[in-house]
């Protein structure tokens, strides 16, 4: 068992919880993930690693309430029945900081992608990076972590959907005006902005990379779930990644795949609502 310091709400369908994973942490990189269960009977949950401090042994995990797991997780009080990772691959950047110095470098997020965005940037900062971050979302409420965000990059620009905060619109209108600014840009967010956001820089020829953790299930390559296409070849996101070339995902077959358990996943929450509820009477 795992103790949980805290898991509170952050927005309106989003958690921060802190719990303690020595050894976690111990070997983690910024990109890597981990996957929790809530109790011995509950599904794994692959989530990306937030922010973490080696010396205490403390992790910190942002999740978003999309379906029955999620939902089961926010009833957790004070301990998580496993933590296990760290899991997947380092971001490249930051596993490789020497290769990439004087690059200029932006980071695009889209909704709760800033979770895995922060501690990149943060371990980038600690090895003397300036690097520039756009994010965005739906609206204002769905901006998570803004002040910590703000530390920890050289500049960072806001755009939401229904122009609630920062710029109204979309954050390839924002990256479109810059672009000629970077050498480099990491994308993490929804699949479809990835998408948009490869479509644009492959234009002017800058590398780019994705995160495809929004396909995970399982964590573990078992349930062929975040199966991709990545330079034409099958690639499985919780083992080969979660961060791949951009320019070579295939994002169409991609964003098929997201409604393979859709019907099953709406079920189930339902199940997970209604046994909740009496749980609670």
């Not at 990059?153 to 939401?160: G, H, R, V």
């Not at 409604?259 to 997970?272: G, P, R, T």
Request: net charge positive; hydrophobic share 35%; with cysteine.
């Amino acid at each position: 068992m795992y103790k949980v310091y805290y898991n509170k709400k952050i927005s309106s369908n989003s958690y921060e919880m802190k719990v303690k994973a020595p050894l976690v942490v111990e070997n983690c990189l910024p990109g890597q993930f981990v996957i929790v269960m809530a109790h011995e009977d509950s599904e794994r949950i692959p989530l990306t690693i937030y922010d973490y401090d080696k010396e205490k042994g403390i992790l910190k995990l942002i999740y978003q309430v999309i379906g029955a797991s999620t939902e089961e997780l926010t009833t957790i009080k004070d301990e998580l029945f496993s933590v296990t990772g760290p899991l997947g691959n380092a971001n490249e950047i930051c596993a490789n900081p020497k290769e990439f110095k004087g690059k200029r470098i932006c980071y695009v997020a889209g909704g709760v992608g800033i979770a895995p965005v922060y501690p990149q940037v943060k371990y980038l900062k600690s090895k003397g990076f300036k690097v520039d971050i756009i994010y965005g979302s739906r609206n204002v409420d769905l901006l998570l972590i803004r002040k910590e965000t703000e530390k920890v990059c050289n500049k960072i620009s806001y755009a939401t959907d229904d122009g609630s905060f920062g710029t109204k619109g979309f954050v390839t209108d924002i990256l479109k005006d810059r672009i000629k600014d970077y050498d480099i840009v990491v994308a993490i967010g929804p699949v479809i902005m990835m998408k948009n956001v490869c479509n644009l820089t492959k234009e002017y020829n800058i590398p780019t990379i994705v995160s495809m953790n929004p396909l995970m299930v399982d964590g573990s390559g078992m349930c062929g779930a975040c199966r991709c296409e990545v330079d034409g070849k099958p690639r499985f996101a919780c083992i080969h990644g979660p961060e791949f070339d951009g320019h070579k995902v295939d994002f169409d077959l991609a964003l098929k795949r997201m409604n393979i358990y859709k019907e099953e996943e709406a079920i189930k929450w339902e199940e997970m609502k209604k046994r909740l509820a009496k749980e609670v009477a």
